[in-house]
Antibody, heavy 116, light 107 residues
Framework: EMQLVESGGGLVQPGGSLRLSCAAS????????MTWVRQAPGKGLEWVAN????????YYVGSVKGRFTISRDNAKNSLYLQVNSLRVEDTAVYYC?????????WGRGTLVTVSS | EIVLTQSPGTLSLSPGERATLSCRAS???????LGWLQQKPGQAPRLIIY???SRATDIPDRFSGSGSGTDFTLTISRLEPEDFAVYYC????????FGGGTKVEIK
């Protein structure tokens, strides 16, 4: 069964950092673009960042550039999002998804809460 | 940057009725890169339509997508109880964007 499982979320103070992880299974992870999408409480979906198959190409939404870093480890079938300098407005559920380019497989998400 | 506007914000219908959801783009979108997602409370989004009109795996044929250019439509021919959810359109080309969502609720 193809699956994505996120982890690493939690409560953090403004200015803090977290490393989100996404573990992939059931498909050849190294052959796909991967992406992060977030959803603030009660709000819609927002694309955050994506990365190409070998990690040489990374793209970000403007609001996170310079603060968030996407990466991957194909040997570990894992995707990461390092989130630094967190703001209250970064509070959201963070989902990883597989890009075909359509987003056809999603994880269940991990909640990041930024609050003092 | 492409902006996707969905309407209506909320659609109140009864099971068995037809649902028609609209997604309008601020500039032309390649049909190859327009999709629709379904999200139920507490769950991850689920792809239901891609390429404007192709159903994703295991999606029943009561769901259909149409449109081109700047105007796209998702139609649910006869609402089943499990179809009441929020639906998002998405552009997934070189730039990526989501619409604000349409909530389909039970009348």
């Amino acid at each position: 069964e193809m699956q994505l499982v996120e982890s690493g979320g939690g409560l953090v103070q403004p200015g803090g950092s977290l490393r989100l992880s996404c573990a992939a299974s059931g498909f050849t992870f190294s052959t796909y673009y991967m992406t992060w999408v977030r959803q603030a409480p009660g709000k819609g979906l927002e694309w955050v960042a994506n990365i190409n198959q070998d990690g040489s190409g990374k793209y970000y939404v403007g609001s996170v550039k310079g603060r968030f870093t996407i990466s991957r480890d194909n040997a570990k079938n894992s995707l990461y999002l390092q989130v630094n300098s967190l703001r209250v407005e970064d509070t959201a559920v963070y989902y990883c998804a597989r890009e075909l380019p359509r987003f056809d497989l999603w994880g269940r998400g991990t909640l990041v809460t930024v609050s003092s | 940057e492409i902006v996707l506007t969905q309407s209506p914000g909320t659609l109140s219908l009864s099971p068995g009725e037809r649902a028609t959801l609209s997604c309008r783009a601020s500039q032309s979108v390649s049909s190859n890169y327009l999709g629709w997602l379904q999200q139920k409370p507490g769950q991850a989004p689920r792809l239901i339509i891609y390429g404007a009109s192709s159903r994703a795996t295991d999606i029943p044929d009561r769901f259909s997508g149409s449109g081109s250019g700047t105007d796209f439509t998702l139609t649910i021919s006869r609402l089943e109880p499990e179809d009441f959810a929020v639906y998002y359109c998405q552009q997934y080309g070189s730039s990526k964007a989501f619409g604000g969502g349409t909530k389909v609720e039970i009348k």
